[in-house]
């Protein structure tokens, strides 16, 4: 079984910050011979004002760049190019692409990107300390490579999984309040209303090592992922989310609309969302 991609990621400053902190990328590559490839990262800066919003922007560009040998494009404004000795390598067979890798290549590449994100963040946040102050970002990310998605997630935001008009989050938020669910001290509802709501203990930037969560999910034609920063999913209940992912007219409709949705609700944080259709 082959399956195409097709995604659509954008970003809004919501209906109460003054500035946007979050960041994200996406990509797809595809051709009739090879299996089809999509990176796709969301960022949530935290820190306020300059701070966030260069750890989001940092961390970004490093992931995306950590995978530039499969970022190749017709479109020339959306390829990540190679120098010549990045060349020189990848036709020595000097560099192993993504798209070649097995299961733990995929996994491994995944957590050397975040670990590698989180050590340009603290390296600027420390050579910058008036632009930086205290920041840090969450990240999600999604490397599809066929009918596989690897996942990785630190802090907050989340990737779903919707199926057959079912949702799922297939990360699990590294916050205060779902570490209260799971101890069985609030319920699930209680984590959009609980007073410790917005505090995670595990982001880039925070500390010298980070953990990197990474999961594995099979894709079946007919699915939808959807990554977004807490922004989206604090304002949006899943069964929402659920609705518009299912009626909506195509990734980039339902970006829109979950968006919309999101700042009708509230709008109390920056909202972030790509959205990737599996065909």
Same mark, same amino acid.
């Given at each position: ?15 109460? +910050? ?15 011979? @090879? ?47 190679? #120098? ?14 993504? $798209?070649?890798? #097995? ?6 590449? %995944? ?78 509802? @209680? %984590? ?13 930037? #925070?500390?010298?090592?980070? @953990?990197? #969560? ?9 699915? +939808? ?8 999913? @604090?304002?949006? $209940? ?18 829109? +609309?979950? %968006? ?20």
């Amino acid at each position: 079984m082959t399956v195409s991609l097709q995604a659509y990621g954008d970003m809004h400053v919501g209906q109460v +910050r003054e500035i946007n902190e979050d960041d994200l990328f996406y990509k797809v590559v595809q051709s009739a011979d @090879e299996e089809s490839f999509g990176l796709f990262v969301v960022c949530d800066g935290i820190g306020g004002h300059a701070g966030g919003e260069f750890a989001s922007k940092w961390a970004v560009e490093t992931i995306r760049d950590e995978f530039k040998d499969l970022c190749v494009s017709p479109d020339p404004r959306k390829t990540i190019k190679l #120098d010549t000795q990045e060349l020189e390598a990848a036709a020595a067979g000097q560099l192993e692409p993504a $798209r070649k890798l #097995d299961e733990s290549g995929m996994e491994d590449r %995944i957590r050397h990107a975040v670990v590698r994100a989180n050590e340009v963040v603290r390296s600027f946040a420390a050579a910058n300390p008036q632009e930086a102050g205290d920041t840090g970002t969450t990240v999600t990310m999604a490397m599809v490579k066929g009918e596989t998605a690897y996942v990785g997630n630190v802090g907050d935001s989340r990737t779903y999984l919707w199926r057959r008009g079912q949702i799922k989050p297939i990360t699990k938020d590294h916050s205060v309040v779902a570490s209260l669910v799971a101890a069985g001290m609030i319920k699930p509802e @209680e %984590i959009y209303t609980h007073p410790q709501r917005n505090l995670i203990y595990r982001s880039l930037g #925070d500390k010298p090592e980070v @953990e990197v #969560d990474v999961y594995r999910q099979e894709l079946e034609p007919g699915d +939808r992922l959807l990554l977004c920063s807490d922004g989206l999913w @604090e304002m949006v $209940r899943d069964p929402q989310i659920a609705k518009i992912m299912e009626k909506a007219p195509s990734p980039k409709a339902t970006c829109q +609309r979950l %968006i919309d949705a999101a700042n009708a609700n509230g709008g109390a944080d920056n909202i972030s969302a790509i959205v990737v259709w599996v065909e």
